[in-house]
């Protein structure tokens, strides 16, 4: 007990070193992506926007394929990656209603410009959670490198357009690509321990 009483103020005070550490570390790299508007505003709002037409059109496009071709395990992975995607945005929104972080242009206005209208909790990132689980998904469903690069590379530029636009800090995006990883790997999992079961 005596221990416990003077070791809790030493881990108190490491909690918030390592915090207020992280938080420069958050600020110093998204002052470096994010800048002042200019010319390539567009391009990168037009990724960000794109997210989420690209995510739920890859499992729904794999849907239809599976079944105008009456493909079985097409079908499978079609529903594995839309699952992924629901516990991703799931997660996400439950992170956000718990750790309640604003936005990195509202909380800092002084060193951050506001490209989006985003005004919602800050972390983790939708964007990134969303795409990342589509690339996971994918990447596990059709494990070939010309899957694989293109997917986490599109998924990696829709969290860099969330941190250019001054929208989220890049622990946002981490938390967002962990979520939506983590998602897609629990539903592949899930999935084969269904399929087992069932034979």
Do not use: C
């Amino acid at each position: 007990m005596r221990l416990l009483k003077s070791t809790f103020p030493i881990l108190i005070s490491l909690f918030f070193v390592i915090k207020t550490n992280a938080q420069t570390i958050d600020i110093d790299l998204l002052r470096n992506i994010n800048g002042p508007p200019s010319s390539g505003d567009q391009f990168w709002k037009g990724v960000s926007k794109s997210d989420y037409i690209v995510v739920v059109g890859a499992p729904v496009t794999m849907l239809a394929v599976g079944l105008a071709t009456n493909d079985k395990e097409l079908k499978i992975r079609a529903i594995e990656t839309g699952g992924a995607l629901l516990l991703a945005q799931g997660s996400t929104m439950l992170l956000k209603n718990v750790v309640h972080r604003e936005r990195p242009y509202l909380a800092h206005p002084e060193l951050f410009y506001g490209k989006s209208n985003s005004t919602d909790s800050s972390f983790p990132s939708g964007h990134t959670s969303s795409a990342f689980a589509m690339a996971t998904s994918m990447s596990m469903a059709f494990p070939k490198w010309y899957v694989i690069a293109p997917s986490f590379a599109y998924a990696s530029a829709v969290g860099y357009s969330r941190m250019y636009l001054g929208v989220h800090y890049p622990s946002d995006v981490l938390g967002g690509a962990l979520v939506g990883a983590g998602s897609a790997f629990l539903t592949f999992k899930l999935q084969r321990w269904l399929d087992k079961k069932g034979h």
